[in-house]
């Protein structure tokens, strides 16, 4: 069965500054992604970065970065630089490729403090 | 290049209705998948359709059911409806192929509200 977990209810952080928001996950598949999302009030879950569980490489996309450390299952999310537009809801998720259905962690709160 | 769209954006049913929701995915995609995501938690998988059948089905009862048209666009129906199916219910789309597994989109969402 696949789990997402995310220990962090709400996180807070200043302005300008990076943020680490954590999130461990459980497959028994060998091949699977990865993903953040970041939904603000209005709902939409908007894309942030991917990280396929072969890539050698961390992913990252702009100020955002996946610190992906596969033997401890952890995908945490670096946000570099924080701005005030980034308080929002941020939901870890994977999928398998031999699943079809992606689940998501309960999500972390995250507020930027001017 | 429109990205995935939903309606109504909102709704207001009461107990015992039915509702249908819509979604139309984004250009290229041909796989729709529904979520439901209740206050203060994350999405839960609900079903995915692909070719119009659906494909796969997470643990949710039979009143929740659903559609693929041709043109890839899909609908979500919901019978008999209860208190506790008041939730925002995306709709998310993917390629069948796409540069990452299963990498979604989603829709704003559909905020329903059953009294």
């Known amino acids: ?114 | 290049d429109a990205g995935v769209t939903q309606s109504p954006t909102h709704l207001i049913k009461t107990r015992g209705q039915q509702v249908t929701l819509r979604c139309s995915p984004k250009s290229g995609h041909d796989t729709v998948s529904w979520y439901q995501q209740a206050l203060g938690q994350g999405p839960q998988f609900i079903f995915q359709y692909y070719e119009e059948e659906e494909r796969q089905r997470g643990n949710f009862p039979d009143r929740f059911s659903g559609h693929q048209f041709p043109n890839y666009s899909s609908e979500l129906n919901v019978n008999a409806l209860l208190l506790g199916d008041s939730a925002l219910y995306l709709c998310a789309s993917s390629p069948l192929s796409g540069r990452a597994v299963g990498e979604q989109f989603f829709g704003p969402g559909t905020r329903l509200t059953v009294l």
Do not use: H
């Not at chain 1, 992604?33 to 961390?58: A, C, H, R, T, V």
């Not at chain 1, 699943?99 to 930027?112: E, H, I, K, Q, W």
């Open chain 1, 1 to 114: 069965a696949q789990k997402i977990t995310q220990t962090q209810p709400g996180m807070f952080v200043q302005e300008k500054e990076a943020v680490t928001l954590d999130c461990t996950y459980d497959t028994s598949d060998p091949s699977y992604g990865l993903f953040w999302y970041k939904q603000p009030s209005s709902g939409e879950m908007i894309f942030l970065i991917y990280q396929g569980s072969y890539d050698q490489q961390n992913a990252t996309e702009g100020r955002y970065s996946l610190n992906f450390q596969k033997a401890r299952k952890s995908a945490n999310l670096v946000i570099s630089a924080s701005q005030l537009g980034d308080s929002a809801m941020y939901f870890c998720a994977m999928i398998a490729r031999n699943n079809n259905d992606m689940r998501f962690g309960a999500g972390t709160r995250l507020t930027v403090k001017p």
